[in-house]
């Protein structure tokens, strides 16, 4: 009787962790995930763990559990469950080289941008990465755009998409480090250099333009 007790606590505990997934993950291939993602036009979120491991159990309970960030997913991301117990799992961990648990990668199956997130236990650094890739996916399709419909070079598309970012984001925010700071998944990724250098340009201009400003009404004072 004991020995079915025990089973059975073991069974609740591994189904308990389980159901505690949000349920927006509905995909658990990798391949077909993908060709999902890529025709409903929104990233793949894989999340890798193990309803064996006690910080996976813990962080899926506490942080993937978060009403907000689920809001954030269900509205942007394709989600894939990566559980390393079936095989499935295990064939997704070692495509990312995924050393630690739990992992969270973030796939674009539209552009090369794949980015394996530092993992932290706070709901709105996640909301905030999740957030900040979704831009850095909106760029990519932006200068394929370009490059698909008009008889440009590369540089000069990713420059167009710069400068309407730069104008968007004047609006938002006076300071160019935290709004650079959106497209930090662009650094290092060949693709993106002449976003970069344009976006950090136009944003030079416009804090030149704003000390202007402040030092015209200086004087006036």
């Known amino acids: 009787m004991k020995k079915l007790l025990v089973i059975l606590s073991i069974s609740i505990c591994i189904n308990s962790a389980k159901s505690a997934l949000p349920k927006c993950f509905t995909h658990h291939d990798l391949n077909s995930a993908l060709e999902f993602a890529k025709k409903e036009h929104h990233p793949l979120l894989i999340y890798v763990h193990s309803n064996h491991c006690y910080e996976s159990k813990k962080f899926t309970r506490e942080i993937m559990s978060n009403a907000e960030l689920v809001n954030v997913l269900k509205a942007n991301y394709n989600c894939l469950d990566a559980e390393i117990s079936g095989s499935n799992g295990n064939t ?119 000390d202007d400003k402040k030092v015209a009404v200086k004087k006036m004072n």
């Not at 993992?119 to 890739?133: A, C, S, V």
């Not at 490059?147 to 730069?166: D, H, P």
């Not at 609006?171 to 693709?191: E, F, R, V």
Request: aromatic fraction near 16%.
């Open 92 to 210: 997704i961990a070692r495509r990312y080289n995924v050393y630690k648990l739990p992992a969270i990668i973030m796939v674009d199956p539209n552009s090369d941008l794949e980015f394996e997130l530092p993992m932290k236990k706070e709901p709105q650094y996640l909301i905030d990465h999740f957030n900040y890739f979704l831009s850095s996916c909106s760029i990519a399709e932006q200068i394929t755009f370009y490059l698909t419909t008009s008889n440009i070079t590369k540089g000069e598309a990713s420059k167009k998409v710069a400068l309407s970012y730069v104008r968007r984001d004047k609006k938002i925010s006076s300071g160019a480090s935290a709004q650079y700071y959106i497209y930090g998944y662009t650094l290092n990724q060949p693709q993106f250099s002449d976003f970069e250098a344009a976006y950090v340009e136009e944003w030079q201009k416009n804090l030149l333009l704003e």
